[in-house]
């Protein structure tokens, strides 16, 4: 069984800065990869950033690329999520994700947390 708690979000202005935080717990969360998906209203979930294990190289979406920045902290178990020059589009519910293979960037075979709200007001 595996759990996906995040925090972190909130309210920012454009241009600001935010933490996401996701603690994980259970068996195999972290055999793959782990990651960061968003849902905007009215959108698609998709696809925000990713790192791999063993390893630890991380990838990024496009649109967030050279903003955001995915962490983790082994010790305590936490997956980060450091988002910079935060953008009005950037406004979404933000879900972490433990993959359950290692493709990723799809929705397919995961471990989803309960997501936590980013608001950037322009």
């Known amino acids: 069984q595996v759990e996906l708690v995040e925090s972190g979000g909130g309210q920012v202005q454009a241009g600001g800065s935010l933490r996401l935080a996701c603690a994980a717990s259970g068996d195999s969360y972290n055999q793959y990869c782990m990651g960061w998906f968003r849902q905007a209203p009215g959108k698609k979930r998709e696809w925000v950033a990713a790192?791999?294990?063993?390893?630890?190289?991380?990838y990024y979406a496009g649109s967030v690329k050279g903003r955001f920045t995915v962490s983790q902290d082994n010790t305590n178990n936490i997956l980060y999520l450091q988002m910079n020059n935060l953008k009005f589009e950037d406004t979404a519910m933000y879900y972490c994700a433990a993959g359950r293979t290692y493709d990723c960037s799809s929705e397919l075979s995961k471990y989803w947390g309960q997501g936590t709200q980013v608001t950037v007001s322009s």
């Open positions: 790192i791999y294990f063993p390893a630890g190289r991380s």
